[in-house]
């Protein structure tokens, strides 16, 4: 019955959407109508969304979908996660986004009402795009032709409280970019004045911090869940969702010029597509099942086909009418040697060349693959030795840009900065000369260092200091700024500094981590509701009396045949120590452990650039 | 010069479409990798035949004729589900010199299984403990490879083969 409710709310919503589409150029509508039909087909999609979710809740197996991918023995948080840990859920979880944002759209104020519906428009050409994709190739209310009372389980690794989240989240930056994209195309054919740009802003920050906390959660997730001890792979499927997390940094600071009156409405119109396009490319990439990773659920090519499809529609479409349609020319740059639009201009020329980048290195392997027949692969060393140092000088540049002046060269207190700078750099020196020196262990831990140094001058100097919500909206470019320093610093020392040591262990035992004696107290396997674990106990510090206990292992769940690792974390502030429980050998527990150092400052820095994210939404 | 820049995405994104779209309709399968033996000489093996131990079989003895090699095993159930297609092949195609490894098998079983299903093999060599497989970069069983006159590695099939695979990407290559 729900999945009926589900189908038939998810058709009569993309109807309303062609009733919309066509309406522009057949009937007039009322203007308040209009929004109203908007609203209704996105409650529409909600509906459908939500009439899946309780298919997955109730375990009605009579949908092919929930009998593919849910177990009654599942825990609830994991039945409802299991709505879009399918591509199918995942795909309607997409479209119910998409009309979420539409929804919040048609309330905006302040701006002009033909100029909103026709951003609106272009919304519902989306929505039937990826509307049809659903009900043609990935429909998730089929109905079941056997009759079971159990279903067939889902991917163990995605039963976990941050993957429940990771994809809404991640998704809502994705999908967030489709407003953007909207507003840009909308902005190309009534090209009136520049109010547009301010809503652009807005909505653009939103998906961006929305995608910063998707990628971080993905990554956390890999971090303590894959067991390998690093929480960054250049994984295809990271990369993708890197470039318009990228992008879409250029795009909302090239919308800050719009403030200094130097906007290059084309570079923005530009970026606003590209960061959609990466979007909708980066879907297709996971889904067509051309990328093998934890995130490509089942590959089919006609689903891949009509992915492609949609990609080249829209992007072409985008960028057709970029070429057709040239935004009016804008008011030239006022470019200095140093001064605020040229910073801005340097960091995007920056960002689109990283983004490039790590686009020709994703999509290398299938051009190769394509003309030679040869699988290769392009991993770590090519990203980790072409996009690091092309965002080097960005970073430099960072941590004064905020306060440089749009109209001059001067810098307020230069000295200031310099000294700052030479004395940071001995300092930092030093310590890494006593540590074991390493070339980019120095250069990060100095950038990184110098970013958060120089805001601090920044705000110190150019600001009068006030505790009110004000003061943090003017510093708020500076705390963004500090969150990308304390995030290089966590970044540089847990790649860098990383130490690995490798054990042969039998219960009992006592061994040596980082100066602290860890026991080795035993094994122990316990079952669980719907998965069979196996943890190895440790005793972290056992000279202490408060010895801290850590846990790691690997969990086997019966219904998929899967095994998962679970890594044991022990958090310090500065820096976790990290167990994996490998294979029994002769007896013999391998056992490694990886400390890494200032692993919390990533997440922190990550935090911090949210929280930035949100306050500068709240500021035109 | 400037309608140039604006022609770009355009362009890219034409190139990124047509690569995909040939990569998708390939019907590659990026879980399935291409053999990394793949047009490289067949790997160095000696094996013992199943029937009598002094009966030695080594890579240069395949020189110069077309081979089919067989990874199988009585314990391998999809063996026997692609073993009937030996026989059309040997009847089909008499030149062709078809090659069995018995991968870690009792003989015993080994030569029940083909005196029960018949034996299409010109050769079967025995490899008890894997090794030949290890050199082919066998995966698992049953894995089918065809070598060329020069000793090369010209195809490679993962799983039982099917007629649909035999008429489609064996048979144009004999």
Same mark, same amino acid.
């Given at each position: 019955m729900s999945s009926l409710v589900g189908f038939l709310s998810l058709v009569i919503a993309i109807g309303i959407n062609f009733y919309l589409f066509l309406s522009r150029y057949i009937f007039k509508f009322k203007k308040q109508k209009f929004n109203l039909f908007i609203r209704l087909s996105s409650l529409l999609t909600l509906l459908s969304f939500f009439s899946l979710m309780y298919a997955y809740v109730v375990?009605?197996?009579?949908? @092919?979908?929930? /009998?593919?991918?849910?177990?009654?023995?599942?825990?609830?948080?994991?039945?409802?996660?299991?709505?879009?840990?399918?591509?199918?859920?995942?795909?309607?979880?997409?479209?119910?986004?998409?009309?979420?944002?539409?929804?919040?759209?048609?309330?905006?104020?302040? +701006?002009?009402?033909?100029?909103?519906?026709?951003?609106?428009?272009?919304?519902?050409?989306?929505?039937?795009?990826?509307?049809?994709?659903? #009900?043609?190739?990935?429909?998730?209310?089929?109905?079941?032709?056997?009759? #079971?009372n159990e279903g067939l389980g889902l991917n163990p690794i995605l039963q976990d409280p941050g993957l429940a989240v990771h994809p809404p989240i991640l998704y809502a930056g994705y999908v967030g970019y489709s407003i953007v994209f909207s507003i840009a195309i909308a902005g190309l054919f009534q090209n009136t004045d520049d109010e547009w740009l301010y809503v652009a802003?807005?909505?653009?920050?939103?998906?961006?911090?929305?995608?910063?906390?998707?990628?971080?959660?993905?990554?956390?997730?890999? @971090?303590?869940?894959?067991?390998?001890?690093?929480?960054?792979?250049?994984?295809?499927?990271?990369?993708?969702?890197?470039?318009?997390?990228?992008?879409g940094l250029a795009l909302v600071h090239s919308?800050?010029?719009?403030?200094?009156?130097?906007?290059?409405?084309?570079?923005?119109?530009?970026?606003s597509i590209l960061c959609f396009s990466l979007s909708v490319f980066g879907t297709f990439l996971v889904r067509s099942g051309i990328l093998t990773s934890v995130h490509s659920f089942a590959a089919d090519a006609s689903r891949g086909i009509f992915i492609l499809l949609i990609f080249f529609i829209v992007t072409g479409f985008g960028f057709l009418v970029f070429l057709l349609k040239e935004p009016k020319k804008s008011n030239d740059l006022n470019l200095l040697f140093i001064n605020k639009v040229s910073a801005l201009v340097i960091n995007n020329i920056l960002m689109i060349i990283a983004t490039l980048t790590i686009l020709l290195g994703t999509i290398y392997p299938i051009i190769i693959e394509v003309l030679y027949n040869k699988r290769i692969s392009v991993g770590g060393p090519y990203f980790n030795s072409t996009v690091i140092p092309i965002m080097i000088p960005g970073f430099l540049l960072m941590s #004064?840009?905020?306060?440089?002046?749009?109209?001059?060269?001067?810098?307020?207190?230069?000295?200031? @900065?310099?000294?700052?700078?030479?004395?940071?750099?001995?300092?930092?020196?030093?310590?890494?000369?006593?540590?074991?020196?390493?070339?980019?262990?120095f250069v990060g831990l100095l950038l990184g260092f110098w970013i958060i140094l120089a805001s601090i001058i920044a705000i110190f100097s150019s600001y009068k200091i006030k505790i009110n919500i004000k003061f943090f909206k003017i510093i708020n470019p500076h705390v963004?700024?500090?969150?990308?320093?304390?995030?290089?610093?966590?970044?540089?020392?847990?790649?860098?500094?990383?130490?690995?040591?490798?054990f042969n262990l039998n219960e009992g035992d006592k061994f040596i981590v980082n100066g602290k004696t860890v026991l080795f107290e035993k094994i122990e396997t316990t079952?669980?509701?719907?998965?069979?674990?196996?943890?190895?106990?440790?005793? /972290?510090?056992?000279?202490?009396?408060?010895?801290?206990? +850590?846990?790691?292992?690997?969990?086997?769940?019966?219904?998929?045949?899967?095994?998962?690792?679970?890594?044991?974390?022990?958090?310090?502030?500065?820096?976790?120590? @990290? /167990?994996?429980?490998?294979?029994?050998?002769?007896?013999?527990?391998?056992?490694?452990?990886?400390?890494?150092?200032?692993?919390?400052?990533?997440?922190?820095?990550?935090? +911090?650039?949210?929280?930035?994210?949100?306050?500068?939404?709240?500021?035109? | 010069m400037?309608?140039?820049?604006?022609?770009?995405?355009?362009?890219?994104?034409?190139?990124?479409?047509?690569?995909?779209?040939?990569?998708?309709?390939?019907?590659?399968?990026?879980?399935k990798p291409p053999s990394a033996l793949l047009n490289k000489d067949v790997p160095i093996f000696e094996s013992s035949s199943l029937y009598n131990s002094k009966d030695i079989i080594k890579t240069k003895d395949i020189k110069n004729k077309k081979t089919l090699i067989n990874f199988f095993a009585s314990w391998c159930s999809p063996c026997k589900i692609e073993h009937p297609l030996f026989f059309e092949i040997r009847k089909k195609y008499p030149e062709l010199y078809l090659l069995g490894f018995n991968h870690k098998d009792p003989p015993s079983d080994a030569k029940k299984y083909l005196e029960d299903d018949g034996n299409p093999y010109d050769f079967v060599g025995v490899d008890s403990d894997g090794l030949i497989a290890l050199e082919f970069g066998v995966f698992g069983l049953p894995e089918t490879y065809l070598i060329n006159e020069d000793g090369k590695i010209i195809y490679k099939f993962m799983g039982p083969i099917t007629m649909d695979i035999l008429k489609n990407e064996i048979e144009p290559l004999l």
């Amino acid at each position: 019955m729900s999945s009926l409710v589900g189908f038939l709310s998810l058709v009569i919503a993309i109807g309303i959407n062609f009733y919309l589409f066509l309406s522009r150029y057949i009937f007039k509508f009322k203007k308040q109508k209009f929004n109203l039909f908007i609203r209704l087909s996105s409650l529409l999609t909600l509906l459908s969304f939500f009439s899946l979710m309780y298919a997955y809740v109730v375990s009605d197996f009579s949908n @092919y979908n929930v /009998f593919q991918n849910s177990h009654s023995n599942k825990p609830l948080i994991y039945k409802i996660s299991g709505t879009w840990g399918n591509h199918e859920g995942s795909m309607l979880l997409w479209l119910s986004i998409l009309s979420i944002f539409s929804f919040f759209f048609s309330f905006t104020k302040n +701006i002009d009402k033909s100029f909103q519906r026709l951003t609106l428009i272009i919304q519902s050409l989306l929505h039937i795009l990826f509307g049809l994709f659903i #009900v043609f190739t990935s429909n998730p209310f089929l109905v079941n032709s056997i009759l #079971v009372n159990e279903g067939l389980g889902l991917n163990p690794i995605l039963q976990d409280p941050g993957l429940a989240v990771h994809p809404p989240i991640l998704y809502a930056g994705y999908v967030g970019y489709s407003i953007v994209f909207s507003i840009a195309i909308a902005g190309l054919f009534q090209n009136t004045d520049d109010e547009w740009l301010y809503v652009a802003k807005k909505w653009s920050l939103i998906s961006w911090t929305f995608l910063t906390g998707g990628i971080a959660l993905g990554s956390y997730w890999a @971090y303590y869940e894959l067991g390998w001890g690093g929480w960054w792979f250049w994984d295809p499927v990271e990369n993708i969702s890197l470039m318009p997390w990228i992008a879409g940094l250029a795009l909302v600071h090239s919308l800050m010029m719009v403030r200094g009156e130097q906007a290059i409405k084309k570079w923005i119109v530009f970026l606003s597509i590209l960061c959609f396009s990466l979007s909708v490319f980066g879907t297709f990439l996971v889904r067509s099942g051309i990328l093998t990773s934890v995130h490509s659920f089942a590959a089919d090519a006609s689903r891949g086909i009509f992915i492609l499809l949609i990609f080249f529609i829209v992007t072409g479409f985008g960028f057709l009418v970029f070429l057709l349609k040239e935004p009016k020319k804008s008011n030239d740059l006022n470019l200095l040697f140093i001064n605020k639009v040229s910073a801005l201009v340097i960091n995007n020329i920056l960002m689109i060349i990283a983004t490039l980048t790590i686009l020709l290195g994703t999509i290398y392997p299938i051009i190769i693959e394509v003309l030679y027949n040869k699988r290769i692969s392009v991993g770590g060393p090519y990203f980790n030795s072409t996009v690091i140092p092309i965002m080097i000088p960005g970073f430099l540049l960072m941590s #004064v840009a905020p306060i440089l002046s749009w109209q001059t060269n001067k810098i307020n207190n230069s000295k200031k @900065y310099v000294l700052a700078f030479i004395v940071l750099s001995v300092l930092v020196l030093i310590q890494s000369y006593f540590l074991d020196f390493n070339t980019w262990g120095f250069v990060g831990l100095l950038l990184g260092f110098w970013i958060i140094l120089a805001s601090i001058i920044a705000i110190f100097s150019s600001y009068k200091i006030k505790i009110n919500i004000k003061f943090f909206k003017i510093i708020n470019p500076h705390v963004a700024h500090i969150g990308v320093g304390i995030a290089i610093i966590g970044i540089t020392c847990s790649s860098v500094f990383q130490n690995e040591l490798d054990f042969n262990l039998n219960e009992g035992d006592k061994f040596i981590v980082n100066g602290k004696t860890v026991l080795f107290e035993k094994i122990e396997t316990t079952n669980e509701i719907n998965f069979q674990s196996l943890r190895g106990k440790f005793l /972290f510090d056992i000279e202490k009396n408060q010895s801290k206990e +850590i846990e790691a292992g690997k969990n086997y769940y019966p219904v998929s045949k899967m095994i998962t690792s679970e890594a044991g974390i022990l958090h310090q502030w500065n820096k976790d120590i @990290y /167990f994996i429980l490998g294979d029994q050998k002769n007896n013999e527990w391998f056992v490694k452990v990886l400390i890494n150092p200032f692993v919390s400052f990533i997440w922190l820095g990550v935090i +911090i650039m949210m929280y930035s994210g949100l306050i500068a939404v709240s500021r035109r | 010069m400037n309608r140039i820049f604006i022609l770009t995405p355009l362009v890219v994104l034409l190139v990124i479409c047509i690569f995909s779209l040939v990569y998708l309709l390939s019907g590659k399968d990026p879980n399935k990798p291409p053999s990394a033996l793949l047009n490289k000489d067949v790997p160095i093996f000696e094996s013992s035949s199943l029937y009598n131990s002094k009966d030695i079989i080594k890579t240069k003895d395949i020189k110069n004729k077309k081979t089919l090699i067989n990874f199988f095993a009585s314990w391998c159930s999809p063996c026997k589900i692609e073993h009937p297609l030996f026989f059309e092949i040997r009847k089909k195609y008499p030149e062709l010199y078809l090659l069995g490894f018995n991968h870690k098998d009792p003989p015993s079983d080994a030569k029940k299984y083909l005196e029960d299903d018949g034996n299409p093999y010109d050769f079967v060599g025995v490899d008890s403990d894997g090794l030949i497989a290890l050199e082919f970069g066998v995966f698992g069983l049953p894995e089918t490879y065809l070598i060329n006159e020069d000793g090369k590695i010209i195809y490679k099939f993962m799983g039982p083969i099917t007629m649909d695979i035999l008429k489609n990407e064996i048979e144009p290559l004999l």
